[in-house]
């Protein structure tokens, strides 16, 4: 028996499947590219594979795209990624106080106490330090994004970079290599002003305390790591999967939601072959006037989202109630 859990964000779709000790028996990290439904059916091709319906105990969904996930799958458990990463991180480790996320788009900081999430910040509006600007930056100077770190960790001269803005950022790095600098001076000055960025606008305010987790795609890079550590004087701890612990806390918070309503309502893998259509109209039922997307499995209403007031979202919760 098993728990799935679902993380949909702007760049991937992470999906995990847990065993009944919260092992990760399977992780898939997908593309979104746009199309959350169509990166869920891909990972579920994979899945329906290996795994039968009746095998599933719980699932549940996180990340940006969490409500249109939980309607397609038919989810047990829909939490923001902020409670999901820190129920993962828990899981592993009751002592940790703090959480650094960066992603592929955004970049979060949670703060624990006594095995609860006190406070959190996340990015505003600038990409700076993601993992789709680090991609840019490495892809730019022609070296794979898995390699990034190590060349950091090569270098011998200390570089100031700009970092507080991306467009800055690589405009300083473009400037230095004009002046002459080598690409491991370079790529560590840029994760060092990265790290600086991180903690001058997300942790300013913030009581950061050991035992630090590192979390989301870009605890890949080395030279991120060991920047975040000159930074802060102690040892930042990259937990085994990483990349997916958004889904991890997602499956977690599932199975104890499903505990106490003794079933899931997942919806199972046939999803994968389901043809999903999407519409959106206009709701004239007040000023308001919100745009609402329609979500359909064939005559069937499966989501909507976009209302302000809850009128179609909550529709759709009672019908999952009844067991539709």
């Not at 870009?218 to 930074?231: D, I, L, S």
């Not at 997942?266 to 979500?295: L, M, P, Q, Y």
């Amino acid at each position: 028996m098993y728990y799935l859990g679902v993380d949909v964000g702007s760049v991937s779709t992470d999906i995990v499947v847990l065993n009944r000790t919260f092992d990760v028996v399977e992780k898939l990290y997908l593309r979104t590219k746009g199309k959350p439904i169509n990166a869920i059916q891909e990972g579920f091709k994979i899945l329906k594979e290996k795994y039968h319906d009746e095998q599933i105990e719980a699932v549940g969904t996180t990340g940006s795209g969490r409500h249109i996930s939980s309607s397609v799958l038919g989810a047990d458990a829909v939490k923001n990624e902020i409670t999901a990463h820190a129920c993962a991180a828990l899981a592993i480790d009751e002592d940790v106080r703090t959480i650094l996320e960066i992603g592929g788009q955004d970049s979060k900081i949670i703060i624990l106490k006594n095995g609860v999430a006190i406070d959190f910040a996340m990015n505003n509006v600038c990409a700076a330090g993601t993992g789709s600007f680090l991609d840019r930056q490495a892809e730019r100077l022609g070296i794979p994004i898995e390699d990034f770190g190590d060349y950091a960790l090569k270098s011998t001269t200390p570089l100031r970079i700009a970092g507080r803005c991306a467009v800055f950022a690589e405009s300083d790095m473009i400037h230095k290599q004009q002046l002459g600098y080598n690409e491991c001076d370079i790529i560590n000055g840029l994760c060092e002003a990265l790290v600086r960025n991180y903690l001058n606008d997300i942790g300013k305010g913030k009581e950061i305390c050991p035992k630090i987790f590192f979390q989301g795609g870009v605890a890949a890079n080395k030279g991120m790591k060991a920047c975040f550590e000159k930074a802060l004087g102690c040892e930042v701890y990259v937990p085994e999967h990483y990349n997916v612990m958004g889904a991890i806390g997602a499956a977690i918070i599932a199975k104890e939601t499903v505990a106490k309503t003794g079933a899931t309502n997942f919806r199972g893998f046939d999803i994968a072959e389901s043809k999903f259509i999407s519409n959106s109209f206009e709701c004239e039922g007040c000023s308001n006037r919100c745009e609402v997307v329609r979500i359909k499995n064939g005559d069937s209403i499966i989501g909507c989202f976009g209302d302000r007031c809850g009128k179609w979202t909550s529709t759709m919760t009672e019908n999952v109630g009844r067991g539709a």
